[in-house]
């Protein structure tokens, strides 16, 4: 059975940092492509960036501007989420998703098929 197990969730402060990993059991991430997904009270979920089977493409959303870094270990079975100079209005459910697919990395929702439970974060002083 697909399972994705997302952590590294935390408070941390206006401008501080955080890497969030998702990892898989059950299956092997070589031919998955992988996306990051946040929630923020009353509003939709959105992508946040996603990284393609072989790590070798990666997409981010407008709002990440450079702060944000998805990287894949195929070894590890983790895909990461580094987070920094974050902001209060980064303050959400991280979500990831996984869908068996070499060669596309895609931050659209009905792409995937496996999802995480999620990891909070919270951006406050």
């Known amino acids: 059975q697909l399972q994705l197990v997302e952590s590294g969730g935390g408070l941390v402060q206006p401008g501080g940092s955080l890497r969030l990993s998702c990892t898989a059991s059950g299956f092997t991430f070589d031919n998955y492509a992988i996306g990051w997904f946040r929630q923020a009270p009353g509003k939709e979920r959105e992508g946040v960036s996603c990284?393609?089977?072989?790590?070798?493409?990666?997409n981010s959303a407008g709002f990440v501007k450079g702060r944000f870094r998805i990287s894949k270990d195929n070894a590890k079975n983790t895909v990461y989420l580094q987070l920094s100079s974050l902001k209060p209005e980064d303050t959400a459910v991280y979500y990831c998703a996984a869908k068996r697919q070499k060669f596309i990395a895609t931050m659209n929702l009905a792409f995937y098929d496996s999802w995480g439970q999620g990891t909070q974060v919270t951006v406050s002083s």
């Open positions: 990284i393609s089977a072989d790590g070798g493409t990666t």
